[in-house]
């Protein structure tokens, strides 16, 4: 949302913050379990929020103080859910990856809350980012491999159709410029390097 921040906390609690409101925050949810990873559908309609015991909810109503609000859905993987981004052409669709104990790369489709297809990195996931212009997803990972790897996705499938090498420690974020034939990576290792793709 314009302006808006939402922040999480280990305690599940998930703050809605509108800096020009007079009083904050503006909304509030809890999820059961941390909050680890939180993340604006395109359009602003859902806030996905992951969590450490892999748990990823998806809410539609997290304005007000009051009341009992409940996720619209509610996915489970077996690892942390760090690692999430909508789908910017299927819009009730996001990717989340797994943690180094699973090392998946996920489609979920939100409205059934189920997982359409699912491709193993072998590689604990850190950061993914989808890209509008060349309908690729884009995965940064940690251990073992410290690498990023190009994805592509027809709803049944995903394949990875490059990796990327080059990190010595995990990938923390992923960008890529608007026609997407670069990518950005910034690992922990201190490096940022630029990728033809």
């Known amino acids: 949302m314009d302006g808006w921040m939402e922040n999480g906390s280990a305690l599940g609690n998930i703050h809605h913050h509108d800096p020009w409101a ?12 941390g909050v680890c990873s939180l993340e604006w559908s395109l359009g602003d309609e859902w806030l996905a929020s992951g969590s450490p015991d892999g748990l990823l909810h998806v809410w539609d109503d997290i304005m007000g103080l009051a009341g009992s609000h409940q ?10 859910v760090k690692a999430m981004g909508w789908c910017p052409w299927q819009r009730k669709m996001i990717a989340t990856g797994g943690g180094w104990k699973d090392g998946k790369l996920r489609i979920w489709d939100t409205e059934s809350a189920t997982c359409v297809t ?15 212009a060349t309908r690729r997803l884009f995965t940064g990972h940690g251990r073992p491999h410290h690498s990023a790897i190009c994805w592509e ?3 049944s499938s995903l394949r990875p ?9 995990r990938i923390l974020h992923v960008a890529a410029n608007p026609d997407a034939c670069q990518l950005f990576t910034v690992g922990a290792d201190q490096c ?3 990728w033809d793709v």
């Open 161 to 169: 159709r490059r990796h990327l090498a080059g990190h010595s420690n």
């Open 22 to 33: 007079p009083a904050l925050p503006v909304g509030a949810v809890v999820q059961q379990g």
């Open 118 to 132: 699912s491709a193993d990195s072998n590689s604990q996931i850190c950061c993914l980012r989808w890209t509008d």
């Open 153 to 155: 996705w027809d709803l």
């Open 192 to 194: 940022f390097n630029v």
């Open 71 to 80: 996720p619209v859905a509610t996915m489970q993987q077996p690892s942390a």
